[in-house]
């Protein structure tokens, strides 16, 4: 049913390392599509973060092709992904629009009085939400996730991951995690850097 859908992300024959000694990537391939989730999966080091900066154009291949459309993110730390001192409101309407936001945040199950307090005013929970709605006001292709839950407990860390997969409408996403139990049950692929370095589709 999925696969009539648009890519959203494109990875081809990516080689990538800091050091000749000991490249990170080689020929790695990766697609995804909107409405699907795809996680990777690997141990510290394994070069999770390093994928992340070459998909968010921080960083270059050294040989293949990375081909993405617009991107918003989720960080693992809510607390430290919003700037202390501005209300959650100027902060998300800095670089998102606001049309949308009265529904979105029902959606997400944030008041939008709740916007108007400081990060540190909301729990970890409420605060991961706020960067959810923040992510998909950015009307984003492709969301990355970097350990979106770790940082929460593992009520709130189910809740979470529902609600960026009810959102699979709008857009792919990619996660990054530690967690296989929550990769497995979240996605329609999981890729583990740690066995081949290879991407499988
Ligand atoms: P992960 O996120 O999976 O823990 P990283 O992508 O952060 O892994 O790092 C992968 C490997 O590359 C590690 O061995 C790390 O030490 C190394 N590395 C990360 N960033 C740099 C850098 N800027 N320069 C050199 N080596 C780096
Ligand atoms: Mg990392």
Redesign the pocket.
């Known amino acids: 049913m999925q696969n009539t859908q648009e890519f959203v992300l494109k990875i081809e024959n990516l080689d990538f ?3 000749k000694e ?1 490249p ?1 990537y080689s020929n790695f391939s990766l697609a995804l599509r909107r409405g699907e989730i795809v996680s990777v999966i ?12 070459l998909i968010s154009g921080n960083l270059r291949p050294q040989k293949g092709s990375i081909s993405a459309g617009k991107i918003s993110w989720v960080f693992q730390d809510p607390y430290s992904s919003f700037h202390p001192s501005y209300t959650l409101y100027d902060q998300i309407a800095d670089v998102a629009s606001m049309e949308g936001a009265d529904e979105l945040s029902r959606e997400v199950g944030i008041e939008m009085s709740l916007l108007q307090k400081l990060p540190h005013e909301l729990s970890g929970g409420q605060l991961q939400r706020c960067s959810i709605m923040r992510a998909l006001l950015m009307r984003p292709d492709l969301i990355l996730c970097d350990e979106p839950t770790s940082a929460l407990d593992n009520i709130i860390q189910l809740d979470v991951m529902r609600l960026i997969v009810r959102f699979l409408d709008r857009a792919g996403v990619l996660l ?1 995690t530690h967690d296989m139990d929550l990769a497995r049950w979240s996605s329609d692929t999981v890729i583990s ?1 740690d066995d081949t370095k290879k991407g499988v589709r």
Not at 42 to 53: D, H, I, P, R, V
């Open positions: 390392g800091y050091t000991k990170l690997g141990a510290s080091g394994s070069g999770k973060s390093t994928l992340f900066e990054i850097l």
